[in-house]
């Protein structure tokens, strides 16, 4: 089963969270930010290239042209595999863990997994960004030394920054499924 709900990001800019129901143990949450529109490339593209026939004008130089053209297709590279994040994953199974995944505007896709014997819980967390106070979906693994202690703090949908609305759609689903693992964990 699948549902889709629209919500929005810090910024104000658009979110689609899909929820897709495998079983009771099995969740998927994804989270899709707005591809990369043609509008904002062309303008940053013409800003460019104008910079630079500007510059050409003022020395005469064609290497400035061809410097422009050169870095603005590297930079749009770059941008699209490194940095412009279109869609996050949250796959939860209860009795085997937790995987995160971000798929980049390039097709590259970047996925880590957490056994679930690690996860110690999923919380909410908040955090100072931009003179702005913000929510952040965390997952908090156990420290191997202490068995009450915490070793690490792992965010979730670190790109999109939903608003605190999407966080919480998504923590009370976390929070079920970790509750059905703990249960029959400790059930005989």
């Known amino acids: 089963m ?16 899909q929820r897709r129901f495998y079983s009771p143990s099995c969740l998927e949450f994804c989270l899709s930010c707005p591809r990369i529109t043609l509008r904002s490339l062309t303008a940053v593209t013409c800003t460019v290239w104008l910079a630079a026939y500007g510059l050409f004008t003022l020395c005469e130089n064609s290497m400035i042209l061809s410097a422009a053209i050169f870095i603005t297709l590297l930079g749009l590279l770059g941008y ?41 819980d999923v919380v909410i967390n908040e955090a100072i960004y931009m003179q702005k106070v913000i929510y952040y979906l965390c997952i908090l693994l156990k420290d191997p030394v202490e068995p009450h202690g915490i070793s690490q703090v792992v965010p979730v949908f670190q790109s999109a920054k939903p608003r605190l609305d999407c966080l919480i759609e998504v923590y009370r689903s976390c929070q079920d499924i970790l509750a059905h693992q703990k249960a029959t964990s400790t059930s005989p």
């Open 2 to 17: 699948e549902d889709e709900q629209s919500f929005s990001d810090i910024c104000g800019g658009r979110l689609a969270l």
């Open 80 to 120: 699209l595999h490194f940095v412009k994040i279109d869609q996050e994953t949250l796959l939860i199974i209860d009795s085997l863990g937790i995987q995160m995944t971000s798929s980049y505007a390039s097709g590259k896709e970047s996925t880590t997994f957490i056994e679930m014997g690690q996860v110690n």
